[in-house]
């Protein structure tokens, strides 16, 4: 559901862009994010520094997000109409 999300939220103008940066940007989270939270872990002993990490890079995700712009009314654009 994320490319229709992403077209309701931010408009069809340029979503192969913007779905390009947000594949590549998932990837890269789940590439280095585990060998991180493994090397926070492995150096403190517990769990709770990597859990803490965690929630701090999803309330700053979200307030990053929050400021995104959205399309007018936060809908798709209609298709245009075909006259013949």
Do not use: K
């Amino acid at each position: 559901l994320s490319p229709v999300v992403l077209a309701d939220r931010l408009g069809v103008e340029g979503l192969g862009s913007i779905l390009g940066l947000f594949y590549t940007a998932s990837g890269v989270g789940g590439l280095l994010g585990p060998p991180i939270a493994g090397i926070v872990i492995d150096a403190t002993g517990t769990y709770r520094w990597a859990i803490v990490a965690c929630v701090v890079f999803g309330i700053a995700s979200r307030g990053l997000l929050v400021g995104l712009p959205t399309t007018p009314a936060g809908r798709l654009e209609p298709e245009p109409s075909r006259t013949a």
